[in-house]
């Protein structure tokens, strides 16, 4: 039997997912995990969180909603380790043990924190640094260390996230160069499909331009949603091409081949864009009702939440209390 797979992703503490990461990210993830001789760690990045936020109510609540989400999307936490970094001290005793290998001029290329600079010079700051914190400028440290306590090989992340995974390689090879080959130096997972779904504006569906279709509004307020999505202005009765079609490309991805071809044959007759919006909200609620169904029940239980985090962390601490032994032994911190 080959060697069994260790895939790895962290999920940052803030905002619950939408449509777009449901598609492009949540439901592939929890599909993956369910692959043969793969062993599949996900965690919530809280200690992440404190580089941007200091609302500790919002870090907390955050973390509960994002766990309430990802097992209402059907994470089986039987399959999957799922816990919280905050539960693993290991972790941040290995980032320490990282950043005195990491070298600060590797860090300072890091994109977030080249971007927080370029800004600041774009202001004509005297101190480029002005503002910044040691957890942003860290930050590509810790994330090192969330995947390099588990020995993950594999690590599903955004484009956006490539060079971290680059400068955690960089760190394993510079750990296993001076202290022996202990480390696992991971290799990222880049779906090229994530992301590409467009928001009701027509550009990608992100937060950050306030375009999203939400998982678990009710239904009511689901609908509202998708009689805001954008089209062009032709009429009813005039053929219409889904190729550029927000209703069409969201439809896509949530619906089964067939009545993908239905909805294209009632383009080509010239549908009335209020019908085709009627068409799309109707599969998606009904796409996404299950997941709302369970959402609305999980919240209720909190403790539930709580015992599953608790018992992923018992797994993950398994795991990572062996390989911080050897760590600890390699580089000489040990008994005499
Ligand atoms: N930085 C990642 C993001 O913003 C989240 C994250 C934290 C992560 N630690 C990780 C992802 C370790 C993969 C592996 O999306």
């Known amino acids: 039997m080959s060697k069994e797979h260790r895939v790895l992703t962290g999920i ?8 777009g990461n449901l598609v492009g990210a949540v439901l592939p993830a929890i599909k993956a995990s369910e692959q043969k001789n793969t062993l599949s760690f996900l965690f919530l990045a809280d200690y992440h969180s404190l580089i941007k936020n200091s609302d500790s109510n919002l870090r907390h609540q955050s973390s509960f909603d994002i766990a309430a989400c990802w097992l209402a999307c059907g994470l089986d936490p039987k399959k999957i380790i799922f816990y919280r970094q905050s539960d693993i001290p290991h972790i941040f005793e290995l980032a320490w043990i990282l950043s005195c290998l990491a070298s600060k001029g590797l860090l300072n290329r890091a994109h977030a924190y080249k971007s927080a600079t370029s800004d600041n010079e774009a202001k004509k700051m005297q101190d480029i640094d002005k503002g910044i914190n040691m957890g942003l400028f860290n930050y590509p440290v810790l994330m090192a260390a969330d995947i390099l306590m588990f020995k993950a090989d594999y690590v599903p992340v955004g484009q956006d996230q490539k060079q971290h995974i680059e400068m955690t390689r960089d760190i394993a090879l510079k750990f296993n160069h001076y202290y022996g080959d202990i480390l696992t130096p991971p290799e990222a997972v880049i779906d090229k499909d994530t992301g590409i779904l467009p928001g009701i504006d ?7 331009y306030e375009n999203t279709i939400p998982i678990f509004s009710e239904e009511d307020a689901l609908r509202k949603v998708i009689m805001k999505i954008q089209t062009n202005s032709l009429e009813p009765g005039e053929p219409k091409d889904p190729s550029d ?29 209020g019908q085709a919006k009627k068409v799309l909200f109707e599969e998606l609620n009904s796409f996404l009702k299950p997941f709302r169904d369970e959402y609305n029940k999980i919240i209720k239980d909190r403790s539930f939440v709580e015992k599953t985090l608790i018992e992923g962390s018992e797994k993950a601490l398994s795991v990572s209390g062996p390989i911080i032994k050897e760590v600890r032994k390699a580089i000489g911190i040990k008994g005499f």
């Open 202 to 208: 027509g550009r990608k569906m992100s937060k950050s």
């Open 245 to 273: 079609c927000n209703i069409f490309s969201i439809y896509k991805a949530i619906s089964p081949n067939q009545k993908i071809n239905d909805l294209q044959k009632l383009y080509e007759e010239g549908v009335a864009w």
């Open 12 to 19: 940052t503490t803030t905002g619950v997912p939408h449509l």
